[in-house]
């Protein structure tokens, strides 16, 4: 089995940066396609961005794109999210991700963080 705990985030003001890592443990694991989330009080949990087995490859919701970047080490078992340009609605916590293959939809994941809070203020 798998398991991932997030971790990194915190408070910030709008305009800074923080790096959250999504840490994988389990003898199962095998660089699967990672995930982030992200998901605020209230509302539906929404896709942020994705990156391949490798790390050759990302894809990021428009509303992030230019801002936030993902990598992983694999040696270390672990991915990032770097986000940069913090804005108050980026506000949620965040959680990352592990699937089999390629994709946007929640539903396409099988194992998941607990999730770190992140929270811009103004």
């Known amino acids: 089995q798998v398991q991932l705990v997030e971790s990194g985030g915190g408070l910030v003001q709008a305009g800074g940066s923080l790096r959250l890592s999504c840490a994988a443990s389990?003898?199962?694991?095998?660089?699967?396609?990672m995930g982030w989330f992200r998901q605020a009080p209230g509302k539906e949990r929404e896709f942020v961005g994705v990156?391949?087995?490798?790390?050759?490859?990302?894809q990021y919701v428009d509303s992030v794109t230019g801002r936030f970047t993902i990598s992983r080490d694999n040696a270390k078992k672990t991915v990032y999210l770097q986000m940069n340009s913090l804005k108050p609605e980026d506000t949620a916590v965040y959680y990352c991700?592990?699937?089999?293959?390629?994709?946007?939809?929640?539903?396409?994941?099988?194992?998941w963080g607990q999730g770190t809070q992140v929270t811009v203020s103004s």
């Open positions: 991700a592990a699937g089999a293959i390629w994709g946007r939809d929640e539903k396409e994941y099988n194992y």
């Open positions: 389990g003898r199962t694991f095998s660089s699967p396609v």
């Open positions: 990156i391949n087995w490798s790390g050759s490859t990302t």
